[in-house]
């Protein structure tokens, strides 16, 4: 008699206790908390320029909230997240032509993606600071 597809043993998929965390992992969940940073980003650019279209009022109430140290930190934030969801995003263009699956490769790209990113951020920053 065959057994009863409701009560047989299947089995369990894997949770994230059984994996030990790879980089190209880490770089995928921040690559989508990135991508959700960035909603929150650009509502605040959102903000910044109805406030510049609204009145000269609103405006420089926009630019003192973003240069207060709060508002610098979030605004270092939103261009990490932006360098950073760009970088993850081209090497995932660079995955979706077939390209670069083997493990040296993938871990190389990984590595790379938050080093790129940290990079650019801190580029941008130096020459808006010396600017």
Known sequence: MPENPLTAARPLSPHLQVYRPLINMMM?????ITGAALYGGTALLAWWLIAAA????????????FASWPGKLV?????FALFHHLVGG?????WDTGRGFDLKTVDLMSWGTP??????????WTAAVLA
């Open 75 to 79: 605004l270092f934030g939103f261009t």
């Open 28 to 32: 995928s969940i921040a690559h989508r």
């Open 90 to 94: 081209i090497r995932h263009l660079i």
């Open 115 to 124: 080093v790129v990113s940290i990079g650019l951020t801190l580029a941008v």
């Open 54 to 65: 609204f009145s000269p009022e609103q405006f420089a109430l926009a630019n003192a909230i």
